[in-house]
């Protein structure tokens, strides 16, 4: 019932963000699209205002900006479709490439801002219920016959990418590089999801109000909003052995931001993420500042430490991971093509 | 044989006129770009994408189910419009009012309501999980979503139908020494059959394009419990335009061929028991 109401506070949020941009455009000097992913709702919400503020200082000039969420597959579509996007904020690179093909973001656009394009990073945990009932304490606990696992569907959510491909790492870690393994490993913990959601808030919601599943396996900033939610009473976080690096990437959209004007303060916007201010919303919003020695310590405890794999070293980066499992016929509909 | 049979109202080339225009605006224009953007795929890449396991289980699935709830729906459909045409209770109108809020309700907030009736922790749920039936995240649960979105259709076809149909023509049978069961299966069900077919079809039609309410409560495990709509949308999710175009061709083509069929049966019984 709690989740409800969230999900009511993000809807009116949504709703009144929407009515006020459109009334905040007559009144606003300059205005700005974001097009973003899921669960970045808060994040970018106290973000906005951050940067409204930076930016009259910087040129005296007042700013709206319009944050767009939902799972990052539509999104992506949407872009190519004509959404004017000034600036793409993406969970994981495959979803730039794709605007990237579709000729709408000049090539070379993860050497345009620090850190290949990536201000902050998250991985990815498990939420378990209260008391670990299961036992569930690494990735091959998620293949016994006992647990039943809840992820949302990697063809339609960026998050449920990472899930499999953290535990397509894990496996091949234990395994010592062993392909075939990982892949039945991965395909063993397809057989305990009863239920796959198209994204990542689905899939919390299926575990959290619908009480399914034994555990879910979530974002690190989602588990641990549901858990400042909930209090710790009712659910906990178990951290894997081995989890990935999930690297957000951001970018400008050239050809909108060509066809607007909006270049400078496009490119504005991206630059702040990088500034000592921002790093701390990153932090306070659950997600892995990229320097941790500019943020408070208080706020640093929330992140464990974990043995991090980078899609880069072990997968060959986006570009190749996507069509190879998540492709039409790849990996992951092979799991699903036999018993 | 002329292409229009005379008539004494005039005004027909306007209004056909309009009707075609109209048509092919809303309904044939959109479709047939849908054909057409289905061609753009080559004959091999079309036959692998519609004779793939994952999609023959899920077409198997969609139709299967969409056919099973219409049926369902049938039955209780018919009962329901009994009851509120021949009986006069208490509370009537509300009742007949409630029929229509599966229209009226977003699919989205039907599929939500009745994924958190029927998991196993639901109210529903925890009562039928003692007896070993699971609804939710299974074609059971899907059944359940598409019947609940039908059931208006069946009711509001049969309805106005029934309240044409006299309660003296029951009483010339009784009459005529008909028992009350020939009378329900010679005079009343045939005169019904056209409206039932009617809302049988449309029950069906509006299920096997449902998503909304399915995709919550369906567990949308690939060949046990996928539809086909989620189909069309994971290709659409992968930029695949024509593949999805093609599945969505091939369920219309399917959807086609057994409405005409519901069609023919229908115009059968209309010659055969006249036209009511």
Partial sequence: MKLNRRNLIFTAALAASVQFGGIGFAFAQDALNNVSYDPTRELYREYSEHFAKVWKEKTGRTVEVSNSHGGSGAQVRSVIEGLPADVVTFPLEGDVLAIEQAGLIEPGWQNEFPAESSPYTSTIVFLVRAGNPKQIKDWDDLIRDDVQVITPNPKTSGGARWNYLAAWAYELERTGGDQEKAKEFVASIYRNVPVLDTGARGSTNTFVQNKVGDVLIAWENEALLSLKEFGTGEYEIVVPSVSILAEVKVAIVDKNVEAKGTREIAQAFLEELYSDESQKIFARNFYRPLYPEKVDSEDLKAFPEVKLIKIGDVFGGWAKAQPEHFGDGGIFDQIYSKD | ?276
């Fill in chain 2, 1 to 276: 044989m002329r292409f229009r049979q005379p008539s004494i109202i005039p005004g027909f080339g306007l209004t056909f006129s309009f009707t075609i225009f109209y048509l092919s605006l809303i309904v044939i224009i959109p479709i047939v770009g849908l054909f057409i953007k289905t061609f753009e795929l080559e004959w091999s890449d079309f036959k692998r994408i519609v004779t793939g396991a994952r999609f023959l289980a899920a077409l198997k699935l969609s139709f299967g189910a969409s056919l099973l709830a219409a049926l369902f729906n049938v039955v209780v459909g018919v009962v329901i419009a009994w009851v509120l045409v021949r009986y006069r209770f208490f509370a009537r109108r509300l009742l007949d009012a409630i029929i229509d809020l599966p229209f009226a309700l977003p699919t989205a907030v039907a599929g939500i309501a009745l994924t958190s009736l029927y998991v196993p922790e639901g109210w529903f749920g925890k009562l039928l999980t003692p007896l070993g039936v699971t609804v939710a995240y299974t074609p059971l649960g899907i059944w359940i979503a598409l019947v609940f979105i039908g059931l208006p259709f069946v009711v509001r076809a049969v309805q106005p139908v029934l309240e044409d149909l006299s309660v003296d023509v029951e009483e010339a049978a009784a009459t005529l020494g008909a028992s009350r069961r020939t009378t329900i299966a010679r005079v009343v069900l045939p005169a019904m059959l056209p409206a039932i077919l009617t809302g049988f079809s449309m029950a069906f039609a509006r299920a096997v394009g449902e998503y909304g309410s399915v995709i919550f409560i369906a567990g949308n495990i690939p060949r046990k419990t996928e539809i086909l709509p989620l189909l069309i949308v994971f290709r659409l999710e992968e930029r695949e335009y024509a593949a999805a175009a093609a599945i969505a061709a091939v369920m219309l083509t399917v959807s086609f061929v057994i409405l005409l069929a519901i069609n023919l049966i229908q115009a059968w019984s209309n010659r055969r028991f006249g036209n009511v």
